[in-house]
């Protein structure tokens, strides 16, 4: 079975720049997640999605960052413009079906790590 | 919502015993989370453990949940350098549909 797979896997921009990252989730898992890495730190939720709606996007900065899942399947995450304090490992996770609560694992991508000057 | 402490470093000798602990404030958790980091990887679950347990063995692993006092830990039995990664304890967050992550135990073995 093929795991979550992310792209790029590092990337390097200017402050102000724009960037996205890509995932593909494993193969019939209906949620899909983002999560940020600061180094040091455990994974912050940036956004849940459902199939191709938003399950909780609370902790996204949807100043800059914005994140689509068309045909609940690939999905984009996107910084615009980037920041300093953005540096960091953003990674993708998917489930089968979304509930933590009740032992459904999620499997993460190898992330894409990011790096702001 | 749910907070996970751990402590940030640990160190043994290959062979020996590794234990590492978390705690966290939820107690309605339902279930709690080990997962491993190796380094530029992603994570992946090592285990888990429903909350109306107290222990878990899974070959080299033991996870022990004391609910009394919010506390989970994980044993590595004879542990070897592949062992060497970051540990991260999780439990559900908001709603139960998502997981809170502490900051991660660092392993070093040495050899």
């Known amino acids: 079975e093929a795991g979550v797979a992310q792209s790029p896997r590092y990337k390097i921009i200017e402050k102000r720049q724009s960037v996205a990252f890509w995932c593909n989730p494993i193969s019939g898992h209906a949620t899909l997640y983002w999560y940020q890495q600061i180094l040091g730190q455990g994974p912050k939720l940036l956004i849940q999605f459902q199939n191709n709606g938003v399950v909780d996007d609370s902790q996204l900065p949807k100043d800059r960052f914005s994140a689509e899942r068309l045909k609940g399947v690939d999905s984009t995450l996107k910084i615009q413009p980037a920041k300093l304090e953005d540096s960091a490992v953003y990674l993708c996770?998917?489930?089968?079906?979304?509930?933590?609560?009740?032992?459904?694992?999620?499997?993460f991508g190898p992330g894409t790590r990011l790096t702001v000057l | 919502g749910e907070d996970v402490e751990q402590s940030l470093f640990l160190s043994v000798r290959e062979g020996d015993s590794s234990v590492i602990n978390c705690t966290y404030t939820?107690?309605?958790?339902?279930?709690l989370y080990w997962y491993k980091q190796e380094p530029g990887a992603g994570l992946q679950l090592l285990t888990y453990?429903?909350?109306?347990?107290d222990m878990k063995q899974d070959q080299r692993l033991t996870v022990l949940l004391n609910k009394k006092d919010k506390h989970l830990s994980l044993r590595i039995a004879d542990t070897q350098t592949g062992d060497s990664a970051i540990y991260f304890c999780a439990g559900p967050g908001a709603g139960s549909y998502q997981l809170t992550f502490g900051k991660g135990t660092k392993l070093s073995v040495i050899p």
């Open positions: 939820d107690s309605s958790s339902t279930y």
């Open positions: 996770a998917s489930s089968l079906a979304g509930l933590a609560g009740a032992g459904d694992e999620q499997f």
């Open positions: 453990i429903f909350s109306n347990m």
